[in-house]
Structures are given as C-alpha cells and as structure tokens.
C-alpha cells in the first residue's frame, strides 16, 4: 500500500471505514436530535450574548425536567433552522407586567442580574396560561418596540441553551 | 458480539437512517413547484433594483407571484395590504428601501389542500440587514403562513398572515 493510501485509510481500511460510518451515525444523531449548535445574530440577548457568537441548545434538557426561571431557550419559529434564543422570566400560571423597565411577577420585582441597561419599558399585566412562559431578551436598552418578547407555548420551545 | 455483527449493526443503522431521511424528505411535483416558486419570489426580491422604468417592471414581476386579490396582513400595527395592485405600487415604492436588506427563507412546509387546488405554507422569512459602519448583520425574523393557488399550471400566492410566535 503506497504511503498516500496509507494516511488516507490508515493500516487497516475496513477499520477506518467502520470508524467513519459510526462518527456519522453518531454526528448524525447528535447534532439531529441532542445538540443544536446556533449563532446568535442581533442585539437583543447583550450583554450576556454578543451578536455572532457561537451555542449549543440541548434538546434534550427539558425531557425530564421542565424549564425554569432564568433558563435561556431556543425558540421555534416555522422550523429548527431560525430560532428565537430568549430567558424565561415569568411560568405558567403566573402574572406578568413591565412597569417602568421593571418586571414584576404575581405583584412581586424580578431581581435579573443579567439585566444591565434598561428603557423605561410599560407592558401591561398579562396572565400565562397552563401552557405559556414569557421570554424576553437580556437587552433592555432598546425600545420595546425594536425587541420581541412576549408569551410562548410550550410546544415552541426547541430547547436550553447550554452555554 | 463478534466485529463483524457490529459492523453489520451499524451499517443497516445507518441505511435504516438513510431511508427514514429520504421517506420525510419525499414531495409531490406541486410541493416541489410550490418551493419553487417561493425559492424564485425570494430570488426576485433580492435582485438588484433598476431605477426608474426597471423598478415598475421589478414590482410587476413580484407582483406575478401574487394572485389578483391578494391579501398580505403583517401583524399588529399595520393595516392589511389588498389585492396585487396595491402590492406592487408598494413594492415600487419601497425598493430603493429594500435594496439595503436581503430576504432568506427558511423551514418551508408545504400541505396540500384534499381534493382542491391550493396548498398550506409554513415558513421562517428573514430581512438581513447588514449595518454600512461596522459590516454587522441583524435579523429579523418572522413566521409566515401562506395560503397558495393554482391558477393554471402556477401556483400564486393568495394569502400571506404573519404569525405571532411570541404573543
């Protein structure tokens, strides 16, 4: 076997060829039904996501568990390709309302460290249902106009971002 | 279990995978028109806009994609857009605008209506927008649901609703 064929497949060929087809499966099935990596694109998640930066959202994370305040999740639109990535700031059944820039749930301010600069956003009080969270970004300093936030359904959420 | 089973395993594994893959990804001749046509009215909106005569006739051809009594209903905050006419004066009016975005498509479900010719599309449509100071992109992503019709051998677009994935 000359040296070229050697490097390409290795000493044993049918070995190689074995490892190659399961790193496929295995890529195929990760990345298809566990992992999802995403780059974030725009502004509304600063500070704690710059804008062309790289994440993984684990679709898997909410099979046993259910999300929880404070989680960052992908959003579905029409389909896996786009996704809102949001944070859970209100659950199900609870009530939600922005008074000046600041959130309240059931009555009571949200202490959100990840919040730096705030608009004086008003958003008046909605209440979820059993099957509703309400995401928003991180970035508080555009107007409220310019992001988009509000109530989801459960079935929209596609998973949690792991980092 | 010996090598050679594992082996044996992993490769029906990655057949039956294979097979599953393109049993999902089959399409009848009008889903695949219908991805068509949508594929070309994205490629038609990002085409360079010509002045003056070329931007009427850019808006004519945009507004090709549309049935004579479109209706477009983008959401809260805007009023409804009616009939092809009216879509295409906008679309005349808007392109020095528009040319500054780029339009991408994404996740496109299309659901045939039994026994009628129309079909359900579901989509993800961006305007990206690249900023001339620092080169950045933004995106501003939206679902679209699009009711299609076949006038002839074409399929036009007859309703587009914007959804409201965050409420």
Known sequence: ?163 | MTRRHALRSVLVLALAALAWWAWRSRETDDERAIRARIEALRNEINASTPDGLGTLAHAAQIGSYFTEDVTIELGEGTSAIHTRDTLMGIAARLQPRTAAFRLEVDDVSVDMVPGAPAADVLLTASFVRRSLSTGEESRDAREYSLVCQKEGNTWRIARVTAIDTLR
């Open chain 1, 1 to 163: 076997m000359s040296l070229t064929r050697r490097i390409i497949f290795g000493p044993d060929p049918r070995r190689t060829l074995v490892r190659v087809v399961v790193l496929a499966v295995v890529s195929f099935l990760t990345f298809g039904w566990v992992l999802i990596p995403v780059r974030a694109e725009g502004i509304s998640m600063l500070p704690t996501f710059e804008s062309g930066s790289l994440h993984l959202v684990s679709r898997v994370a909410y099979s046993y568990s259910k999300p929880s305040r404070g989680d960052v999740i992908a959003i579905k639109l029409a389909g896996p390709h786009v996704l809102y990535v949001k944070r859970i700031i209100a659950m199900p059944g609870e009530r939600v309302a922005f008074i000046k820039g600041q959130v309240y749930v059931n009555g009571a301010p949200l202490l959100e460290p990840y919040v730096r600069n705030r608009r004086l956003w008003d958003v008046p009080e909605v209440t979820l249902t059993a099957r509703e969270y309400y995401v928003v970004g991180d970035n508080r300093g555009m107007r409220a106009a310019d992001h988009d936030f509000g109530r989801v359904d459960v079935s929209r959420i596609v998973g949690k971002l792991l980092f």
